[in-house]
């Protein structure tokens, strides 16, 4: 089966750094994916990690040690509209190509 | 673009009746998926469809079924709803780039769905 774990809750400060942790068991992994979802909103696409190695968007970067099954979001000069549920996500081919989510992480951001 | 559109957006339905969830995407993706999400979760996936006429059981498929109608449409049908089936189902399309490319999913706007 497959396995991620992230952090239920993190809170932090406007522009700050916050890092946000990633572990996954999985077979037949390709990737890791970031996703975002603000309440009762949709998750939309941050980041994608197949190599391992840091990926810079913007403020957003996101990191994956494939040796170390793990992975993290670096998120900086936080902003208030970054409060929101940051979603690991793993893309494994198991006879079929498919995405598996963690369960979420709760970002704060505080004034 | 539409991109992902799935209807109803809000649902409620009494225990052991039947419904179904439709969802359209109109970016010629190949793939196709509907998750669900309950608190403290995050999204499981119920069913995928990898392509026009092929469908597979994702995590949590008990009590639903869905059928990929042409390359477009992934409709999701709950045959006998439960309690258990309440939740926000989302549907989402992607399309493969390569491996290295990774395959950025395109959700719907969510559909809520009680059953009481």
């Known amino acids: 089966g497959q396995s991620l774990e992230q952090p239920s809750e993190v809170t932090a400060v406007e522009g700050a750094i916050v890092q946000i942790n990633c572990t996954y068991q999985t077979s037949g992994f390709y990737g890791l994916s970031w996703y975002q979802q603000h309440d009762g909103g949709a998750p939309t696409f941050l980041s994608y990690?197949?190599?391992?190695g840091l990926e810079e968007t913007g403020r957003f970067s996101s990191f994956l040690s494939r040796s170390d099954s793990y992975g993290y979001l670096l998120l900086q000069e936080l902003q208030m509209k970054d409060s929101a549920s940051y979603f690991c996500?793993?893309?494994?081919?198991?006879?079929?190509?498919?995405?598996?989510f963690g369960a979420g992480t709760r970002l704060f951001v505080k004034a | 673009n539409a991109g992902v559109t799935q209807t109803p957006k809000f649902q409620v339905l009494k225990t052991g009746q039947s419904m179904t969830l439709q969802c359209a995407q109109d970016?010629?993706?190949?793939?196709m998926y509907w998750y669900r999400q309950d608190p403290g979760m995050g999204l499981r996936l119920i069913y995928y469809?990898?392509?026009?006429?092929?469908?597979d059981k994702g995590e949590v498929p008990n009590g639903y079924n869905v059928s990929r109608l042409n390359k477009r449409e992934f409709s999701l049908r709950l045959e006998s709803a439960a309690p258990s089936q309440t939740s926000v189902y989302f549907c989402?399309?992607?399309?493969?780039?390569?491996?290295?490319?990774?395959?950025?999913?395109?959700f719907g706007e969510g559909s809520w769905l009680t059953v009481v």
């Open positions: 996500a793993v893309r494994v081919d198991t006879g079929g190509f498919k995405t598996i």
């Open positions: 990690n197949a190599l391992d």
């Open positions: 989402a399309s992607s399309e493969v780039k390569g491996t290295y490319s990774g395959n950025t999913i395109y």
């Open positions: 970016m010629n993706h190949n793939s």
């Open positions: 469809s990898a392509s026009e006429g092929t469908t």
